[in-house]
């Protein structure tokens, strides 16, 4: 596709429910990066993929998120027993090679995460 | 990593010239400064990247001192459309993944 494209763009889950975001990054893309972002509030990294390797998952608030990406293409963001705090808009970014942000990284539009 | 300044809000009229200024006292030699906007409902969108001097793209231009301790992006003659945030990032190009954003800028454009 023309950007990257992150499904659902809204989801409401009830607290304790298990979730699943999806980043489909722009194709070719080594770079993948999950942001957390609170109202009002700047993006919070999460975690970091160069290909489908991990490199970087200090930012995940807690044991029940979790993030993969199999084949060094999609991208799913997954949260176990989801609470109130969860709530935000998670982001998706993509860039070309492994020069993160500090590159023209684009970004998807979010997904708005309710938890009720 | 290097904590970077801006100003929480600023207003504009459309048609001005609008420069926001970016604080980063504890920039590294290997930093670079990369400006982003965000729309609302939407994601960040990279505007201009800088290491020294001046850049200048179709939508911006930043300077940098010598000092490299601040930066100021500006905008020639916005636009209602041009009413977003604006934020100042720094960092590693080798270490970008980490990238930290702050709390941005809000710009308000008025008629």
């Known amino acids: 596709g023309a950007g990257v494209s992150q499904s659902p763009r809204y989801k409401v889950a009830k607290r304790g429910q298990d979730v699943a975001l999806r980043c489909d990054p722009i194709s070719g893309h080594v770079s993948l990066f999950w942001y957390q972002q609170a109202l009002g509030q700047g993006p919070e990294f999460l975690t970091y993929?160069?290909?489908?390797?991990?490199?970087?998952k200090s930012g995940l608030p807690s044991d029940r998120f979790f993030a993969e990406r199999p084949e060094g293409s999609v991208s799913t963001l997954k949260i176990q027993r989801t609470q109130q705090e969860d709530s935000a808009v998670y982001l998706c970014?993509?860039?070309?090679?492994?020069?993160?942000?500090?590159?023209?990284?684009?970004f998807g539009q979010g997904t708005r995460l309710t938890v009720v | 990593l290097a904590k970077t300044t801006q100003p929480i809000s600023m207003d504009s009229y459309e048609g001005q010239e609008v420069n926001i200024t970016c604080s980063h006292n504890?920039?590294?030699?290997?930093?670079?400064i990369t400006w982003y906007q965000q729309f609302p409902s939407q994601g960040p969108r990279f505007i201009i990247q800088?290491?020294?001097t001046k850049v200048t793209n179709e939508v911006a231009s930043l300077f940098i001192p010598a000092d490299r301790k601040s930066s100021t992006l500006s905008l020639p003659r916005v636009s209602l459309s041009d009413t977003a945030v604006y934020y100042c990032l720094v960092g590693d190009l080798l270490g970008g993944f980490k990238t930290i954003f702050g709390a941005g800028t809000r710009l308000f454009v008025k008629a």
């Open positions: 504890n920039i590294a030699t290997n930093d670079y």
């Open positions: 993929f160069q290909n489908e390797a991990q490199l970087d």
């Open positions: 800088g290491y020294k």
């Open positions: 970014a993509s860039s070309l090679d492994d020069r993160g942000l500090n590159t023209e990284a684009f």
